[in-house]
């Protein structure tokens, strides 16, 4: 099978990092027998400039023809890619794992955790306008929507080789109605796995025990807007965005993509770590594997998790961290380890 890869090469170090994933699929295709359509596509501020668009129609209709999408970071206009695909696919999940990676300034070496966002709800639906000399915004949160990303959570922690606990995070104390349906929604789910630890935390003791014990943390499940800033905090305490992956993901397509943005200071330097939309790469291709019953792609994910964290542990690093390599010449390492 040849698996068709949408792929958003995105603005600022976006395109260079679109090489580097590029040389990485390239190398899988040909030396590990796992086959790649790779098609280019152009989406964001570079996009908005010269179509009037920063998600072409054209390339909207090219991600649904594919497999699954790659998406490198997008400048100003990332909003209007990004949350844009999510709701319009139906990416109810956003998945973003935090591990301690050696060589990167970790809080601990034994953080292995895994955020789950509510992905398609809360004030991310945009519906937002002024009454006399105020400013409203509406929450949206619903029981389905609840459910299905607390089942997403629970799955998750059932195929997690780890402590296979689930915390809910929300604010119910303050928003009753809410986050109080999120909460009684994942309550309600937890009844399904008697196997799996089920606790409750407010965000505001959560974001605090991240710092303080983020190794007692596995699977934390949320709505929009806390998990958006739960998971750049988590991806912070294991050494920053650089080793930071994410997956949207729905019932029949996900897109990947790394936590951080666009980096437009460091541009056109070929100085940026790529190991953030590499391991992007990882949760793609045990995506993959996983929906079309292939283990190959679940092997070969491995395999390229482990070069990866192989390389760092020789304290290898590229520029924009405080190493000596260059974006190609870290993806050389990697490709030629492959």
């Given at each position: 099978?040849?698996?068709?890869?949408?792929?958003?090469?995105?603005?600022?170090?976006?395109?260079?990092?679109?090489?580097?994933?590029?040389?990485?699929?390239?190398?899988?295709?040909?030396?590990?027998?796992?086959?790649?359509?790779?098609?280019?596509?152009?989406?964001?501020?570079?996009?908005?400039?010269?179509?009037?668009?920063?998600?072409?129609?054209?390339?909207?209709?090219?991600?649904?023809?594919?497999?699954?999408?790659?998406?490198?970071?997008?400048?100003?206009?990332?909003?209007?890619?990004?949350?844009?695909?999510?709701?319009?696919?139906?990416?109810?999940?956003?998945?973003?794992?935090?591990?301690?990676?050696?060589?990167?300034?970790?809080?601990?070496?034994?953080?292995?955790?895994?955020?789950?966002?509510?992905?398609?709800?809360?004030?991310?639906?945009?519906?937002?306008?002024?009454?006399?000399?105020a400013a409203v915004a509406l929450r949206i949160?619903?029981?389905?929507?609840?459910?299905?990303?607390?089942?997403?959570?629970?799955?998750?922690?059932?195929?997690?080789?780890?402590?296979?606990?689930?915390?809910?995070?929300?604010?119910?104390?303050?928003?009753?109605?809410?986050?109080?349906?999120?909460?009684?929604?994942?309550?309600?789910?937890?009844?399904?796995?008697?196997?799996?630890?089920?606790?409750?935390?407010?965000?505001?003791a959560c974001a605090m025990n991240l710092i303080?014990?983020?190794?007692?943390?596995?699977?934390?499940?949320?709505?929009?807007?806390?998990?958006?800033?739960?998971?750049?905090?988590?991806?912070?305490?294991?050494?920053?965005?650089?080793?930071?992956?994410?997956?949207?993901?729905?019932?029949?397509?996900?897109?990947?993509?790394?936590?951080?943005?666009?980096?437009?200071?460091?541009?056109?330097?070929?100085?940026?770590?790529?190991?953030?939309?590499?391991?992007?790469?990882?949760?793609?291709?045990?995506?993959?594997?996983?929906?079309?019953?292939?283990?190959?792609?679940?092997?070969?994910?491995?395999?390229?998790?482990?070069?990866?964290?192989?390389?760092?542990?020789?304290?290898?690093?590229?520029?924009?961290?405080?190493?000596?390599?260059?974006?190609?010449?870290?993806?050389?390492?990697?490709?030629?380890?492959?």
């Amino acid at each position: 099978m040849v698996y068709k890869i949408s792929l958003i090469t995105g603005d600022g170090i976006g395109p260079e990092l679109s090489e580097s994933a590029v040389s990485i699929l390239n190398t899988i295709h040909d030396k590990l027998d796992l086959k790649f359509d790779v098609t280019k596509l152009s989406a964001g501020d570079k996009a908005l400039a010269e179509t009037g668009k920063a998600l072409p129609d054209d390339v909207v209709n090219t991600i649904k023809q594919s497999d699954a999408c790659l998406k490198a970071p997008v400048g100003e206009s990332a909003a209007d890619v990004i949350v844009v695909l999510r709701r319009m696919l139906d990416l109810y999940a956003n998945i973003r794992p935090a591990k301690s990676y050696p060589h990167m300034p970790a809080l601990r070496d034994d953080i292995d955790m895994v955020i789950v966002r509510e992905n398609t709800e809360d004030l991310y639906t945009g519906k937002e306008f002024s009454l006399g000399n105020a400013a409203v915004a509406l929450r949206i949160i619903s029981e389905s929507a609840s459910k299905r990303i607390a089942k997403y959570a629970f799955e998750t922690a059932k195929q997690r080789d780890s402590m296979r606990k689930v915390t809910c995070v929300h604010k119910s104390n303050v928003m009753r109605v809410t986050d109080g349906l999120f909460a009684k929604s994942c309550i309600e789910v937890s009844k399904d796995y008697p196997d799996i630890i089920f606790e409750e935390m407010y965000v505001d003791a959560c974001a605090m025990n991240l710092i303080r014990q983020p190794e007692q943390f596995d699977v934390v499940v949320t709505t929009n807007l806390f998990g958006d800033i739960l998971s750049d905090e988590s991806s912070q305490v294991v050494g920053g965005l650089g080793m930071a992956p994410a997956a949207n993901i729905g019932d029949d397509f996900a897109l990947f993509e790394p936590v951080h943005g666009a980096a437009f200071d460091i541009a056109g330097q070929n100085i940026a770590n790529p190991s953030s939309f590499l391991l992007s790469i990882k949760m793609m291709l045990d995506w993959l594997g996983n929906k079309h019953n292939d283990s190959k792609c679940i092997a070969v994910g491995e395999k390229l998790e482990s070069t990866i964290f192989d390389l760092v542990k020789t304290g290898v690093k590229t520029k924009d961290i405080g190493g000596d390599m260059s974006t190609s010449e870290f993806t050389k390492q990697i490709t030629d380890n492959l």
